[in-house]
T-cell receptor, first 112, second 111 residues
Framework: DGGITQSPKYLFRKEGQNVTLSCEQN?????MYWYRQDPGQGLRLIYY???????QKGDIAEGYSVSREKKESFPLTVTSAQKNPTAFYLC???????????FGDGTRLSIL | EDQVTQSPEALRLQEGESSSLNCSYT??????LFWYRQDPGKGPEFLFT???AGEEKEKERLKATLTKKESFLHITAPKPEDSATYLC????????????FGAGTRLFVKA
């Protein structure tokens, strides 16, 4: 079945540590997204990529970095510069920017 | 500023009690309005896309409608398995890639 796979499901970060969240899709979609979801708030866009080797910052990119070396993969690194990283992180993809997004089942990141 | 507001924040229904969820949007033109369902600890699941005022889409007990200022998700005779958070999202007609998401309505359906 085609879909988006996020791993790990749960992740714990120590002070000063960088952590990387994985996102892989087999839908052959060009566009991929990373969102952060906090209780009582709408999804907020961290980064967007429309094509391999190209990506744009969203509303809350500070303290995060991404790469897009392959069409299928869009990993997100939460750096030590992100002072409030505890959240539910969602990866999505779409066939085009006007099309609905397909989401993975998220990674919940917590501070140790 | 582009904004999407959903109401109510939470809705409790008895099984079979029909109701509607509201999504008000203020965006620079509308390219598309999306509805998603999200279960606890899971990612959102796509339900509907609406592109123009007057458009309606249906799926089982759900019907989505669109006007120039808001969208409604009507739930007819809900069942406990319809309990979830329903998210609304608007894609502005600014040529960009950013979809604006509302905070969602948490629906609880009691048997």
């Amino acid at each position: 079945d085609g879909g988006i796979t996020q791993s790990p499901k749960y992740l714990f970060r120590k002070e000063g540590q960088n952590v990387t969240l994985s996102c892989e899709q087999n839908l052959n979609h060009d566009a991929m997204y990373w969102y952060r979801q906090d209780p009582g708030q709408g999804l907020r866009l961290i980064y967007y990529s429309q094509i391999v080797n190209d990506f744009q910052k969203g509303d809350i990119a500070e303290g995060y970095s991404v790469s897009r070396e392959k069409k299928e993969s869009f990993p997100l690194t939460v750096t030590s510069a992100q002072k409030n990283p505890t959240a539910f992180y969602l990866c999505a993809s779409s066939q085009g920017v006007n099309q609905p997004q397909h989401f993975g089942d998220g990674t919940r990141l917590s501070i140790l | 500023e582009d904004q999407v507001t959903q109401s109510p924040e939470a809705l409790r229904l008895q099984e079979g009690e029909s109701s509607s969820l509201n999504c008000s949007y203020t965006v620079s033109g509308l390219r598309g309005l999306f509805w998603y369902r999200q279960d606890p600890g899971k990612g959102p699941e796509f339900l509907f896309t609406l592109y123009s005022a007057g458009e309606e889409k249906e799926k089982e007990r759900l019907k989505a409608t669109l006007t120039k200022k808001e969208s409604f998700l009507h739930i007819t005779a809900p069942k406990p398995e319809d309990s979830a958070t329903y998210l609304c999202a608007a894609l502005p007609n600014t040529g960009g890639f950013k979809t604006i998401f509302g905070a969602g309505t948490r629906l609880f359906v009691k048997a």
